[in-house]
């Protein structure tokens, strides 16, 4: 399965047509846009033509059928013929109608302006429509967009997934590193420990008994040791890489669970760091942090 991103882009048009409710032949391109960015949940926003608004709950059953989550935006509009081929002469019928409608209501309201050319086209190219007449036009259409967002979408999240891949094996890389820089630093530390009881025990000249002092240098080089032993923080660092590969591996809905992983991998970071007793181990840190910053920024993107 896929890793899909929230963020996508898609746009069909199909030829419209209509004839039965006005008596006239109406050319007019049905035209549909939908674009999604990152959102913690599903958003949907509506923005429609007058003849589609009763169209709203069936493209938003569509929509929450395959996504589940980001921000998105439906644009349903109408495109009239731009070269006037479309523009068909409107029956007799309708303009003895559009006459009559206008006695009527100039009769009750004298100072109601005349229709005009303009006017009259416009209400016999639309007035008539009955919404439903774009059913399963605006059905047919979303489904077609949301097969081409989805491919979208897919296409990004297949980019996020490689960025990602590219980072965890960076960062696989610098736990290499660090894994063997505590246990030299130890021994160091223990040999530092161990000179500095021999200095003591020359001044002390004997008043303080050798077992004891020597074994408080080596209480203080263990607890030392301790104190920076970060085994612990790669090792969960390193179950949490493979997670976060099995998971891209696997797709589908894995974008929260990926951000608690980034989460917990800044956490291992940061307790490195903390931990920290050689500039060599500090740079690590930062680096790691580096790339697990980048990894957050994509994984907010996937859905």
Known sequence: ???????????????ASDNEARGAVSHRRLGLEIRSVNSRFLDVSFRMAEE???QEPMLRALLSAQLKRGKVEVRAF??????GAGLQEPTPQLLQRLCSIQDTVQAWLPQ????????????????????????????????QTLKDLSSARAREGERLAATLVD?????????????PLVPKLVEQQRLRFMERWKEAMALA????????AQ????????AFAIRIDVAEELTRLDSHLDEIEHLLKKGGEVGKRLDFLIQELHREANT????????????????????????????QNIE
């Open 78 to 83: 109408f495109v009239e013929s731009a070269d």
């Open 1 to 15: 399965m896929a890793v899909y991103s929230m963020t996508g882009y898609a746009s069909a048009q199909l030829e």
């Open 205 to 212: 000249e004997g008043s303080v008994a050798p077992e004891m």
């Open 167 to 179: 980072r965890v094996e960076q960062l696989r890389a610098l736990a290499k590193k660090a894994g």
């Open 52 to 54: 589609l608004r009763s």
């Open 112 to 143: 109601a302006a005349a229709l005009s050319v303009a006017d009259a086209m416009r209400l016999c190219a639309g007035g008539g429509a009955n919404a439903s007449d774009w059913t399963d036009a605006l059905k047919g259409l979303a489904q």
């Open 215 to 222: 074994d408080r240098a080596l209480t203080e080089a263990t």
């Open 272 to 299: 490195l760091g903390s931990k920290s007793a050689t500039m060599e181990l500090t740079r690590i840190s930062v680096d790691m942090k580096v790339l697990i910053e980048q990894m957050r920024e994509q994984v």
